[in-house]
């Protein structure tokens, strides 16, 4: 059972550099979130899906892309990195955008993002 | 937008001592859900307790309980028996509508407890 599952686990990029953080999940979840996570500053949720075909922004978008193109995968796209998206990016899902007690968040492990 | 304000930047606690931890949020709903998330050095995101609005007893979870105020929105953590593996950042999150046909998890800005042998 993998759950949610995000790949690469840390990742290095020079700024203006592009790339894709992955995220995938097995639990035929219908929502799927993008959060990071700053020292002091909680997590912040960047974008969400409600379900293929659906995205929407979250309180952080800028600089971010996303899409869903399938219920499993959400994939993160930074366009040209900035040093101040050096964080950590948490992807989580969950069976339903609204039963938050029977279906909570499930999350990934992370990915540690260092842009230089 | 909803927010969630957690005080207590850092905590400790000595071992097998009660902790709690603070917790208030603003929001024009009455109907959501409040939970607690665990984060240990290994940055996995762990659930260890929710809460229903509308349920007006404290949700308990063996050695976590928590002590939900509707009317002041406040939703502290207690720890009882508290545990080595207890140390670790402590998040409180809110999941309730945040508009547009969507509901949105926020979570305040963590409380690190540290567990004194």
């Known amino acids: 059972n993998a759950g949610v599952t995000q790949t690469p686990k840390f990742q290095v990029l020079k700024t203006g550099q592009s790339m894709t953080l992955q995220c995938a999940q097995d639990m035929n979840h219908e929502y799927m979130s993008w959060y990071r996570q700053d020292p002091g500053m909680g997590l912040r949720l960047i974008h969400y899906s409600v379900g293929a075909g659906i995205t929407d922004q979250g309180e952080v978008p800028n600089g971010y892309n996303v899409s869903r193109s399938t219920t499993e995968d959400f994939p993160l796209r930074l366009l040209s990195a900035a040093p101040s998206q050096t964080s950590v990016y948490f992807c989580?899902?969950?069976?339903?955008?609204?039963?938050?007690?029977?279906?909570?968040?499930?999350f990934g492990n992370g990915t540690r993002l260092t842009v230089t | 937008a909803q927010t969630v304000t957690q005080s207590q930047p850092e905590m400790s606690v000595q071992e097998a001592e009660t902790v709690t931890l603070s917790c208030t949020y603003d929001t024009s709903e009455s109907d959501y859900y409040l939970f607690w998330y665990k984060q240990p050095p290994s940055r996995q995101m762990i659930l260890v307790i929710r809460?229903?609005?509308?349920?007006?007893q404290n949700a308990t979870e063996n050695r976590f309980s928590v002590n939900f105020q509707k009317a002041a929105k406040s939703f502290s953590l207690k720890i009882s028996d508290s545990q080595l593996g207890d140390a670790a950042m402590y998040f409180c999150?809110?999941?309730?509508?945040?508009?547009?046909?969507?509901?949105?998890?926020?979570f305040g800005k963590g409380t690190k407890l540290s567990v004194i042998p």
């Open positions: 809460q229903e609005a509308y349920k007006q």
């Open positions: 989580a899902s969950s069976y339903s955008n609204r039963n938050g007690v029977d279906s909570p968040l499930h």
């Open positions: 999150a809110y999941w309730g509508y945040s508009g547009a046909g969507s509901y949105q998890l926020t």
